[in-house]
């Protein structure tokens, strides 16, 4: 079973500063690698797929990064809209496994 | 426009069952990967089971055995039987549709689009 790992688990940023969130993956998963966001009461919104791809609509500020087992989700110049709950999950075609890491809060410093 | 919404959620005594159902518009299920995550309140997100365009099926270890699930093509829907419910089992139920990642040669998928979520309470 691939576990997933992220840090930290709460990071606070001023708004309009960079935010570098670390996802770290117990064995290989080479590029598969998603990025999600989830705000309070919503369900999650896919931000990045293959470790660095940004999903239709995902504004430029967001970037992904990595491959192996180390990947970062950086985000530039936040903004009041960007503080949630951030996931990484790997998706490995065999076996079928799709584990999430803990998430990390973003919130406002 | 794309829209999938859960419906089946409740409370139910531990032992119980439960059926879920997933509603999609705007694309079809049976083409589609699908998947139910849950997230029990105030945790994080956990996938329960996958099923392929092919008809394959694929289920954590914690649901193998009590968790069923299916589509039906006629109604385009997504469900998830769940039997022998246990308190752990308390959580939002989601669904959502997978996308393939065609980077190598056999795809893998990352969940695309999701649902807003159905609430279901194991507890007597």
């Known amino acids: 079973e691939i576990v997933m790992t992220q840090s930290p688990a709460t990071l606070s940023v001023s708004p309009g500063d960079r935010a570098s969130l670390s996802c770290r993956a117990s064995q290989s998963i080479l590029s598969n690698l998603a990025w999600y966001q989830q705000k309070p009461g919503q369900s999650p919104r896919l931000l990045i797929y293959a470790a660095s791809t940004r999903a239709t609509g995902i504004p430029a500020r967001f970037s992904g990064s990595g491959s192996g087992t180390e990947f970062t989700l950086t985000i530039d110049s936040l903004q009041s809209e960007d503080f949630a709950v951030y996931y990484c999950?790997?998706?490995?075609?065999?076996?079928?496994?799709?584990?999430f890491g803990p998430g990390t809060k973003v919130d406002i410093k | 426009e794309l829209q999938l919404v859960e419906s089946g959620g409740g409370l139910v005594q531990p032992g119980g069952s439960l059926r879920l159902s997933c509603a999609a518009s705007?694309?079809?299920?049976?083409?589609?990967?699908m998947t139910w995550v849950r997230q029990a309140p105030g945790k994080g997100l956990d996938w329960v089971a996958v099923?392929?365009?092919?008809?394959?099926?694929y289920y954590v270890d914690s649901v193998k055995g009590r968790f069923t699930i299916s589509r039906d093509e006629s109604k385009n829907t997504l469900f998830l039987q769940m039997t022998g419910l246990r308190a752990e089992d308390t959580a939002v139920y989601y669904c959502?549709?997978?996308?393939?990642?065609?980077?190598?040669?056999?795809?893998?998928?990352?969940?695309?689009?999701w649902g807003q979520g159905t609430l279901v309470a194991v507890s007597s």
């Open positions: 099923i392929y365009s092919g008809g394959s099926t």
């Open positions: 999950q790997q998706y490995s075609h065999w076996p079928p496994s799709f584990s």
């Open positions: 705007g694309f079809t299920v049976s083409s589609n990967f």
């Open positions: 959502a549709r997978g996308a393939p990642d065609n980077t190598w040669t056999t795809p893998t998928y990352y969940f695309d689009f």
